[in-house]
């Protein structure tokens, strides 16, 4: 066997997976879940051969137009994976921390910031050495790459949490969250790889990478196929710092009575002092009636 | 178990961090996988446009230039 056809099979075997994985998603009701993971899935099912047939026009002697709608559509896919990966991390911290409504409201909001810093810094770094259409692919590559570091945060948060939020690692949202960690850190040493052997990835290299892949799409598939264990109630003690946090998160979630608050008086810095002034001495006439 | 798992993903996320650490620069990576899949006609060439619609690729050089 040629290592082009095995790298066909395996490549045949990922979109397998990716169907398969599809298929137990539906059937399971994960979707109502985590909805941008399953728009995320019909994605990749949908897109995949679609490109590989307009890869395949284009590689003909006819086909030569068919470049601008590879091109076109490639990056389109690329971006809204990008976009949908965002929504996907913020899915499955969600899903972790639901057992915390107050964290995780609180949460929310911080992780939408981040998201935010991310991009704006993704945006900032961008070199823009390319010029026209061709910045494209630098946009949305650094969209991808602030996904990827968002991910690897996001399983190394779930690691060190997992026993305050009572996460067992047969949770879905563990395991959704290790197999995008692994893809991650490998679609980081492959950057790393052609980076350093100028944009090739030598085939051992490539077996390997694939390889990572079907692991991590078999995580997956494990997870989706295995019944999920029931979540254990959070038990913890009234004192303990993460339900206090809790409880303060959930205070401030509440919309409450409006209160005004005291607006700081424009006058003169000095009728500050006179009011000072006064209290102190209204206090000492005070001491010397009571000593009398 | 619980134990293995938690180490093997630490493991992920630090081996991770220091891939992304070091190769800084996005214009030379490589699309990530999770965007598209790495099948090709070839091994070594894979499907990412090297080239857009008014940027003449090597092989079709665009007619006018």
Known sequence: ?292 | MKLAVRIFAMFIVVVGLAAASVSSATSNTRPSHQALTSTGPSNDSLPIPQCGPYVPCPSYPVSGK
């Open chain 1, 1 to 292: 066997m040629t290592s082009q056809i095995a790298m066909t099979a395996m490549s045949v075997a990922e979109f397998c997976f990716w169907v398969l994985l599809g298929l137990l998603f539906w059937k399971k009701n994960l979707h109502h879940r985590f909805p941008a993971m399953g728009f995320y899935l019909a994605l990749r099912v949908i897109s995949t051969p679609a490109l590989m047939a307009i890869l395949y026009a284009q590689s003909q002697p006819w086909g030569h137009g068919y470049y601008v709608v590879y091109f076109c559509s490639y990056w389109a896919v690329y971006l809204a994976s990008a976009l949908l990966l965002f929504f996907i991390c913020m899915e499955i911290f969600r899903s972790a921390l639901s057992a915390l409504p107050g964290l995780m409201k609180i949460g929310i909001m911080i992780f939408r910031w981040v998201v935010l810093v991310s991009v704006i810094v993704t945006f900032s770094s961008i070199s823009f050495m390319h010029k026209g259409l061709l910045t494209v692919p630098d946009v949305v590559s650094g969209l991808m790459r602030s996904v990827g570091i968002l991910e690897l945060c996001l399983l190394a948060f779930l690691c060190l949490s997992m026993n305050a939020l009572r996460l067992s690692i047969r949770d879905i949202s563990f395991g959704l969250a290790l197999g995008f960690g692994l893809m991650a850190t490998d679609d980081f040493i492959a950057a790393l790889i052609m980076t350093s052997h100028r944009l090739t990835l030598t085939a051992s290299a490539q077996f390997v990478y694939e390889g990572v892949i079907l692991v991590s799409l078999g995580i997956w598939v494990v997870y989706c196929a295995l019944p999920e264990p029931a979540r254990k109630p959070v038990v913890m003690s009234a004192n303990s710092a993460i339900y206090r946090w809790n409880e303060i998160a959930s205070a401030l979630g509440h919309p409450g009575t409006q209160v005004a608050v005291q607006q700081p008086a424009n006058s003169f810095f000095l009728t500050d002092v006179e009011d000072v002034v006064e209290k102190v001495i209204s206090r000492n006439l005070k001491d010397r009636k009571s000593e009398s």
